[in-house]
């Protein structure tokens, strides 16, 4: 079909909507959006790629259906369905009649731009409850995702880094030199980890995933965090392990310089995904997509002029840096925060996780989270007086020092958060990291007790169920011989991070140095120059008709 025969069809879609208010249009490279009032109308344009083809009515109506099917696997409620344009009798376009298809589209609620993820980051009006609230979305979706044994592993990764090296010598971002060192680290690195890539693969972990979980194709619809426009052309770029899905929206937070959500992501995703024998993997993931972005970026800033393209072309380079950086190897370690219940144990924890180790920062394992899994409840849930016998107390820390273990033999560093207050549990702690060659910190948080009973009581929301009285037990019964770095527990969270970073480095844990805060601060988050989208436009980004769509 001509590009006129589509005009037509375009006609026929502004005049459907013109009831319902302003009809609005946006074009992407294998797109046209017709926007108004509470509808959209997506247009797949009649284009053929080396990677997709548009080029028949039947085509773009068997495209439409599949991305109605695999969007409403996260979205049901945004895609309202796929409707066929015909011709009728009389000549006239209509939906969904009898005479021959001309066309398809599919049909869309509308949502305010200002409920992207990607504007909620980039205005700081992202916040922590929309990331756990997520983690858990996107754990539920790979865990009902259709499993593929006959596609990914490492040798689908290594194909990828070939991909990337052709797209960033066609964009010119990087000199030939750079791209094949860049290209020679890449290999190496997935070498290392060919043989995890392929038994996962073999366990199930390549699933129909969505491909392209950026900031920019989630929203806030209905009050729920919802993925929506997933990659429906390619079932090769979409089929991939689970964690190279999620890598995307991490390596998209850590672009942004927001260090603490993507870490809480990737604990809270953990808390109902266990994933942790890929732990290693992310940094390479995340670098993977980072360079896919790099390209796509580059290659859209050649498309443009002036200060538009300069933004683009500069943040490609930003992504560039990013994923030479996180391919830098970083030591695993393990750090354990103890102290009476109401020092601030888990504040610190979340606090310092994101800067220590390789990105997205440490696996937090929490001894009040461990109970509640332990007991089958949700982690606000209260448990009785019965889940803190000693004998239970006990089983918790040896599934705390399993959990640790396995996160640091994955080659992830991990902080222990419990109470710590026995000799023999940090003895038993200390000990794990030893066994496994990591290095190790512990810091007690110390605090007179008429403050900590003060903390417990103004509690909400949080997972501990510990008393007054709990506490008061904690302090007669004391802490024993102390071996760890004391630090008092009264002083602000963000002054306790730099102590216990310090404290790391001294030990040889070292962390993310790009954004570590210097003086004990949190890190800025730096908005970076978006694509113009249409006012609550669910796109796709346009990218140049030559590199491969990882990403639209």
């Not at 995890?196 to 009050?223: P, Q, S, Y």
């Not at 796709?540 to 030559?546: K, N, P």
Request: positive net charge; contains cysteine.
């Amino acid at each position: 079909m001509s590009t006129g025969d589509q005009d037509a069809v375009a006609a026929f879609l502004t005049q459907a909507l013109s009831g319902t208010g302003q009809v609005e249009t946006v074009t992407t490279h294998i797109s046209r959006l017709f926007l108004a009032g509470s509808r959209v109308f997506k247009l797949k344009r009649a284009v053929r790629f080396p990677y997709l083809d548009f080029s028949t009515p039947e085509r773009r109506l068997a495209a439409c259906e599949a991305e109605v099917v695999l969007n409403r696997r996260t979205a049901p409620a945004l895609y309202l369905g796929a409707r066929r344009i015909t011709r009728g009798p009389d000549g006239g376009l209509a939906f969904d009649g009898t005479g021959n298809l001309v066309d398809a589209v599919v049909e869309m609620r509308r949502f305010p731009e200002a409920d992207l993820f990607d504007t909620l980051a980039c205005e700081g009006r992202l916040g922590p409850d929309h990331i756990a609230d997520l983690a858990q979305v996107i754990a539920a979706f790979h865990a009902g995702a259709e499993i593929h044994r006959d596609k990914g592993g490492a040798a689908a990764l290594t194909a990828l880094v070939d991909l990337n090296a052709a797209a960033l010598r066609a964009t010119g971002l990087a000199s030939t030199g750079a791209v094949a060192t860049l290209t020679a680290r890449f290999r190496a690195v997935l070498a290392q980890h060919a043989p995890l890539l392929d038994a996962r693969r073999a366990a199930g972990k390549v699933r129909r995933c969505h491909g392209d979980l950026t900031l920019r194709n989630i929203c806030l619809f209905e009050g729920k965090p919802t993925p929506f426009d997933c990659i429906e052309f390619s079932e090769t770029i979409a089929t991939t392990d689970i964690l190279y899905d999620l890598a995307f929206v991490l390596m998209d937070l850590w672009h942004r310089s927001r260090f603490d959500l993507a870490n809480l992501l990737l604990n809270r995703y953990l808390d109902g995904a266990d994933e942790t024998d890929g732990l290693g993997l992310l940094p390479v993931l995340m670098a993977l997509r980072a360079v896919i972005r790099a390209h796509v970026t580059a290659a859209q800033a050649a498309d443009g002029t002036g200060a538009a393209a300069a933004a683009r072309t500069a943040e490609a380079r930003a992504y560039l840096a990013l994923g030479e950086d996180l391919l830098t190897d970083r030591p695993a370690g393990l750090l354990a925060v103890g102290g009476f219940s109401g020092s601030g144990k888990s504040s610190v924890a979340a606090a310092a996780a994101p800067w220590i180790g390789a990105a997205p920062g440490a696996r937090i394992l929490s001894s009040d989270r461990i109970r509640k899994r332990l007991h089958g409840v949700g982690a606000l849930t209260r448990l009785p007086a019965a889940a803190y016998a000693q004998t239970v107390s006990r089983r918790v820390y040896a599934i705390l020092r399993r959990d640790a273990g396995r996160v640091l033999a994955a080659g992830h560093c991990v902080v222990a958060d419990a109470v710590f207050d026995r000799p023999t549990e940090r003895a038993q702690i200390e000990a794990l990291a030893r066994d496994r060659g990591a290095r190790f910190c512990g810091v007690w948080l110390e605090a007179p007790a008429p403050l900590l009973a003060r903390r417990i009581d103004s509690r909400a929301g949080d997972p501990s169920d510990a008393t007054a009285t709990v506490l008061a037990a904690q302090v007669a019964r004391g802490r024993g011989a102390l071996a760890w770095h004391e630090l008092r527990a009264d002083q602000p969270v963000d002054a306790l991070r730099a102590t216990v970073l310090s404290l790391l480095g001294s030990a040889g844990v070292t962390g993310w140095p790009a954004a570590r805060p210097p003086d004990g601060s949190p890190a800025t988050p730096t908005p970076p120059d978006r694509p113009e989208r249409a006012r609550g436009v669910p796109t796709t980004i346009a990218i140049a008709q030559g590199p491969p769509p990882h990403t639209r």
